[in-house]
C-alpha cells in the first residue's frame, strides 16, 4: 500500500491553500515584488528531485488542497505496466513516478478530477476512483477482476 508521504520532504503539502494570514494574496502583493520559489541558492534545482529541493512558503509545493477532493484515485501497483499515461496527463503534477516507474499518488497536490483514471490503458485499471474517505486497503481488497472481450 502507498506511502502517503512517498517521494515527499517535510514542506509538501504543510499548510491548507489560504489559511496563512501571514501570506498576502496575489492581488495585494507589490508591483516589482519577488517572490522566491525557493529558499537560499537555487543553482542546479532543476537537477534535483522535488524531495530534495528545499522549498521556499511560496511555493504552492508547501500548500495542500486535499480537502478540495470528494474522490480519490487510488494506484494498483499489480497491474500497472508503467506506460506514463497518467503522468503525462495529470494536470496537477500529482502523479510521482521514478525512473519512468509509477509509483503512486501525490495526494496533497492531487485534486480527484479523475483524468489519469480515464487514460489509465490496462484491463482492469491500475487507478481508479474511490470516495475520499475509503480506505486505501479497501479500495485495493475491491479492485475488480479483468473484464473478457465481448464477442
Ligand atoms: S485525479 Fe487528477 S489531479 Fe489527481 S492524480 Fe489523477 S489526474 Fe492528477
Ligand atoms: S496510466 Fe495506468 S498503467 Fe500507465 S503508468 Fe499510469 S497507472 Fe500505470
Known amino acids: 500500500m502507498q ?4 517521494l515527499a520532504n517535510d514542506k509538501r503539502g504543510k499548510t491548507e491553500l489560504g489559511s496563512r494570514r501571514d501570506l498576502v494574496g496575489w492581488h495585494e502583493v507589490t508591483q516589482g ?24 512558503n511560496f511555493n ?11 474522490q480519490k484515485p487510488v494506484f494498483n501497483i499489480d497491474v500497472c505496466i508503467d506506460c506514463q499515461n497518467c503522468w503525462v496527463w495529470c494536470p496537477d503534477s500529482s502523479i510521482l513516478s521514478r525512473d519512468k516507474q509509477m509509483m503512486g499518488i501525490d ?5 480527484g478530477c ?16 474511490f470516495n ?3 480506505q486505501l486497503e479497501d479500495a485495493l481488497a475491491s479492485w475488480p477482476e479483468k473484464k473478457k472481450k465481448e464477442k
Open 33 to 56: 515584488s519577488i517572490l522566491p520559489s525557493f529558499d537560499g541558492d537555487a543553482i542546479g534545482i532543476a537537477l534535483k528531485k522535488a524531495e530534495e529541493r528545499v522549498y521556499s
Open 132 to 134: 475520499e474517505y475509503v
Open 60 to 70: 504552492s509545493y508547501t500548500a495542500t488542497v486535499a480537502s478540495w477532493r470528494v
Open 114 to 129: 479523475q483524468v489519469c483514471s480515464e487514460v489509465c490503458p490496462t484491463n482492469p485499471k491500475s487507478l481508479l476512483m
Open 107 to 111: 495526494y496533497d497536490h492531487c485534486k
Open 3 to 6: 506511502d502517503l508521504k512517498l
